[in-house]
């Protein structure tokens, strides 16, 4: 159904259903319209910044955003929000949307149940709460509230991150994060009385929390940096052990204190049985080294399984003296191995669940394994027993996604969810014994999946590489070329995009919009081969993907340039960024969110350098320089170009791809666009890089979005 020449049914508005058309103009475009025409942006100062590489001069004239702290920096933030808010402002329609998102929002959320010592936990939500609460019950008793997030600050902007368990469950570790940040605090409380045993740790980042018998917990973390927690970089993990009643600053160092053995992440994670520790390094976001060190005698040393970072490998479970981990090492689509714990180095590891041709994610539970294989990006999942030995297939309810399965090692039931892009998730119980799932739990959206439909298609890309994507949008839709299409994907870190329903992506299906997720290289979907092909100076090829995909769309008449909207997140947000500077012609609207945009100085800020694995450096090499600086989205925007609506997105307390990333960008493009439409940055308060964000800074920032795409697009009312 084409959304400005259609009816559409707008439910939930109110009590009832009113049916809205949106009317658009015959002129269609309003970019030339008096609210572009005269859009007016703060004024952003150009300073005389250059840098040098390998005899190249590059100016870096909006350097000075990069200072966080400074007082000129906030005053360009301030002003830079008041023209978007302003802009967003003479939108008619953006509250109706926002309604309707809050009220496709609006039910109740509830986890599988997981059992820790002798109570049962969930975690809730019940519609428009800013945070899931977490629940804990004994036996078929009352339910009570263990820990509210909501609680935490008067704005919902608290998190509660990770929550861990002792041994017999009767002590609880749980970090928060404060406005999003990537710093955390852990407060340890007793399950009983929940009340807090001592002082919260603090400065703690990239974090696990791992307990040792009820005694302490092994964490992680860096040295407080000078200057900008957001910004200054972080680059010396350590793992500590804190035992309960300590001080934090006598907490020993157990690993990463010498420059020998300098990683920029390390964790710490001990066996359920207490005898072992496992310590996993790494330089960057792909490959570990991994030591064992004996608990059980004091001042053991380490012992090596792995001293080089050419493979990830990490702990599934633990029998003894037996370990059992997942890997890539020789098998890029990785596969289950195991190995005694008295001779573990990599050269004894045993197969025990080969390599196949498709990703492999594993969970235990129940006394099981459980293999998840992406096939195409949908799942496929297999039981095994601790022998290696296949039990049996799970019968999954439909094509799409589901969860690890979940439950401890001595549950008789266990748990996992399934959901797609148009179907809201389902939790089932699942019998190990006989394989019979049952639903345990339905999904309370008034989403109706029915109306819709989706669909995997594949496509070339520029040197003729089968790329799939998933569109997804309203039985009965026209293919004219006409429809508002969203096109989403990722391309980086081995990551997967697998179909998973979000409300925010319902109403803009429901607004007659086509959702489409594309799997481009860069990500998991297909192994470490798929990854490898978009990396370093393979980068290229993730945005040839998008293209391609965005060419598919318009080509197969789901839309045309004039109704294409892109959007991507952190990596995402980058790919955005290079291809509206590559191909501006081929989208209206470009939506990079919290993206690495400035591809010379990212490993400079945080984390930053962690992600060279995927990026390199322009410090690296002279042709590594180069082909960064050929597609960085900060150093390709060009004068007098017409480029696409932009709303950049960031917040003000993003510490893992700082802000000024986007700021810098926004300043680049609102200096030299060459049309009249509107080049605007949001920038959120007291918000990260997305976790933990609370739901009405997600509501009201999704009804900003979409009533810009579509304002955009030439929407200039809905009626009702």
Known sequence: MNLFISAFVFCALTTGCMENTLNTPTSFKVKSADVNEHLLYPQTVKSKVVDSYFDEKVADPYRWLEDDLSQETANWVNAQNTVTANYLAQIPYRDSIKKRLSTLWNYEKVSAPFKEGEYTYFYKNDGLQNQFVLYQQKENGKADVFLDPNQFSEDGSTSLSYVSFSKDGSLAAYAISEGGSDWR???????????????????????????????????????????????????????????????????????????????????????????????????????????????????????????????????????????????????????????????????????????????????????????EYMVDGISKVYQYDYEGNKVRTLALPGVGNTSSI???????????????????????????????????????????????????????????????????????????????????????????????????????????????????????????????????????????DFIAAAEYLIAEKYTSSDYLAINGVSNGGLLVGAVMTQRPDLMQVAIPAVGVLDMLRYHKFTSGAGWAYDYGTSEQSKEMFEYLKDYSPLHNVKDGVNYPATMITTADHDDRVVPAHSFKFAAELQAKQGSHDPVLIRIETNAGHGAGIPVAKTIDLYADIYSFILFNMGMTTLEQ
Do not use: C
Not at 446 to 451: G, I, L, M, R, Y
Not at 472 to 486: F, Q, R
């Open 406 to 544: 979940q439950g401890r090692e001595d549950d008789k039931t266990l748990y996992y969810s399934f959901n797609n892009y148009k179907t809201p998730p389902t939790i089932y119980s699942y019998n190990p014994e006989n394989g019979l799932s049952e639903v345990y739990k339905k999904s309370g959206s008034t989403f109706n999946s029915d109306a819709f439909e989706s669909k995997q298609v594949f496509f070339k890309s520029k040197d003729g590489t089968s790329v799939p994507m998933i569109i997804t949008y309203k039985k009965g839709v026209a293919l004219n070329g006409k429809n508002p299409t969203l096109l989403y994907a990722y391309g980086g870190f081995n990551t997967s995009l697998t179909p998973r329903y979000r409300p925010i992506d319902a109403v803009w299906m429901e607004l007659g919009g086509i959702y489409a997720v594309a799997n481009i290289r860069g990500g998991g979907e297909y192994g470490k081969k798929w990854h490898h092909a978009g990396i370093q100076f393979n980068k290229q090829n993730v945005f040839d």
């Open 185 to 371: 605090k852990i407060f340890i409380i007793d399950v009983e009385t929940k009340k807090q045993l001592e002082a919260p740790l603090e400065n703690i980042k990239f974090s696990a929390i791992s307990w040792y018998k009820n005694e302490g917990i092994y964490y992680s973390s860096y040295e407080k940096p000078k200057g900008s927690e957001l910004s200054a970089k972080t680059d010396q993990h350590r793992l500590f052990y804190h035992k309960l009643g300590q001080v934090q600053k006598d907490d020993l160092v157990i690993y990463g204190d010498t420059p020998q053995q300098k990683h920029r992440y390390v964790v710490g994670r001990v066996t359920k049985d207490d005898r072992y520790l496992l310590i996993n390094g790494a330089m960057s976001t792909s490959g570990n080294d991994l030591y064992l060190k004996d608990l059980t005698k004091p001042n053991s040393p380490l012992m090596t399984l792995r001293n080089n970072f050419d493979a990830d490998t990490d702990l599934i479970d633990s029998e003894g003296d037996t370990l059992y981990f997942v890997t890539n090492l020789n098998a890029p689509n990785k596969k289950v191995v195991v190995v005694d714990a008295t001779s573990p180095g990599s050269e004894h590891w045993q197969d025990l669940i080969p390599e196949t041709e498709h990703v492999l994610s594993i969970s235990k539970a129940g006394g099981f394994f459980f293999t």
